[in-house]
């Protein structure tokens, strides 16, 4: 996806590259930065996807529209014809995903390059969004692919340090005996399977925006699937730092130098939070287009259904019931607090919108490991005795103890406000 130009980052409505009719192709000329894969020789051809304006394209992002550019051009049957006018500058320097290059590419240096229009004239950021709200969630589910990798990698060094002597141990233990290790390892595993439910349970609905047989079903979990990309993209990457970051905890110094590898996963998580929409636009677009539209309606539609799993939570999982409640009792003022203060406060969807935005993750988090957590309980009680369905319950309660009541924090963040936020002149920093 070739969207990026040093003066058009986050905001692509500066885009320069320029597309100019040609019959029924167009010429495209300008320059692309930090593309991904935007020249390798792992493939016989590579297909990029350029946002180039027109010349009468009016201004800002409606303007723009979306051509693919092939690296070399094919006739009818598939054959290479010629190589475009389109080359790689440079290969960025990176602090990590160093197998993944990271391309300034320049398009048109000589007669313009070939592309055709994917889509309309001026209608290519909904034409890339279709590709990119994938991508978004594809990105979530690198945080939780890193976060797995990280924990793995620091069980199976806590499993092989020793370092003291824990409690009830009359010889120098492993240090997963410790405690402290263990909140770290647990910290870990409970991020990595709470972002993986977020993220299947967003897939499925997806999958039912598709297949859903009445029309008004599967405009029902598109609203949820919109709802919930962001949150996917922004929860799991950022917890994905936190996860990554314990690693390196884990292995004490071993952590800082390179030999592990445990300072990999640190710094090839580092990009998730930052590319397809930083976190801080991934609340944005919650906050706005995902909240504002429709005055909250997806985010009420997703509170009601989760209140609904309260009255099942009883017995032995009764205490995550509990806690589960007043995490959602948390969402529930904050998104009230919001809708009904934003008016009043337009750089509050800005100032707040990451801390809102955690705060849903964790109590959909919270909600999707409670439901884990039953299913569970009915095997338990159904007689099973794998151990996988008592971890499961374990999990979901030291999520539900240890990370969920962030939400509270976040919960006051919101209620407080930007004031705080904005209240240094921008040129007294
Ligand atoms: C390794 C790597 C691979 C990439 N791959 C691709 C690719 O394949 N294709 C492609 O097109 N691009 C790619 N990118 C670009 C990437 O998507 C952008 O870097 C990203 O969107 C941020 O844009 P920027 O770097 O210009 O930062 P800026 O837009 O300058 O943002 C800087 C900071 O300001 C904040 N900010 C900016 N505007 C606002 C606003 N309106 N409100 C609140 N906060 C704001 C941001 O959140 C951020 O914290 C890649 C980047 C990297 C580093």
């Known amino acids: 996806m070739n969207l990026t130009e040093p003066q058009a980052g986050t905001d692509l409505a500066a885009i320069k590259t320029r597309a100019e009719r040609d019959g029924d192709r167009y010429r495209i000329r300008g320059q692309k930065i930090y593309i991904t894969w935007g020249e390798h020789q792992m493939s016989e051809n590579i297909i990029h996807l350029v946002l180039a304006r027109l010349p009468d394209a009016p201004a800002g992002v409606k303007g723009i529209s979306l051509f693919l550019v092939p690296k070399f051009l094919v006739d009818a049957d598939g054959s290479k014809i010629e190589r475009n006018d389109l080359r790689v500058v440079s290969v960025e320097e990176k602090m990590g995903i160093h197998s993944s290059p990271t391309c300034v590419m320049s398009y048109g240096d000589n007669d313009g390059a070939i592309g055709y229009l994917v889509g309309e004239e001026h209608n290519g950021l909904a034409c890339m969004f279709t590709m990119m709200n994938n991508a978004r969630l594809g990105v979530g589910l690198q945080g939780v692919a890193i976060t797995e990798r990280a924990c793995q990698h620091a069980v199976a060094f806590a499993k092989e340090r020793v370092q003291g002597i824990a409690r009830g141990h009359t010889e120098r233990s492993t240090i997963i005996h410790h405690p402290d290790v263990r909140r770290m390892l647990m910290q870990m595993r409970a991020i990595a399977e709470a972002g993986r439910a977020l993220a299947y349970y967003a897939s499925a609905q997806t999958d039912l925006a598709h297949h859903a047989s009445a029309q008004a079903d599967r405009a029902a979990f598109q609203r949820r699937v919109d709802l919930l990309i962001p949150i996917v993209k922004g929860w799991c990457t950022e917890m994905a730092q936190e996860a990554t970051y314990l690693g390196v905890q884990v292995h004490g110094g071993m952590g800082f130098v390179e030999e592990t590898g445990a ?35 997806a985010m009420a539609e997703l509170i009601e259904e989760m209140k609904a799993l309260k009255a099942s939570l009883e017995g032995d999982l009764g205490d995550i019931g509990q806690r589960f409640e007043a995490g959602l009792a948390a969402l529930e003022t904050a998104t009230r607090s919001y809708l009904s203060s934003v008016g009043d406060d337009p750089d509050l969807g800005s100032a707040v919108g990451v801390d809102y935005m955690m705060l849903a993750g964790n109590v959909t988090c919270a909600w ?27 999990v979901a309660r030291f999520f539900v103890e240890r990370i969920l009541p962030r939400g509270e924090a976040q919960r006051q963040m919101v209620e407080a406000g930007s004031a705080s936020t904005m209240a240094i002149d921008a040129d007294l920093f």
């Open 368 to 394: 999707l490991m409670a439901k884990a957590a039953l299913a569970a309980q009915k095997h338990i009680d159904a007689g099973s005795s794998d151990e996988f369905y008592r971890h499961k319950i374990s």
């Open 263 to 297: 300072a990999q996963h640190m710094r090839d998580a580092r990009i998730l939070t930052i590319y397809e929409g930083t976190t801080g636009i991934q609340a944005l677009d919650l906050m706005g287009r995902k909240m504002l539209r429709d005055q909250g309606q």
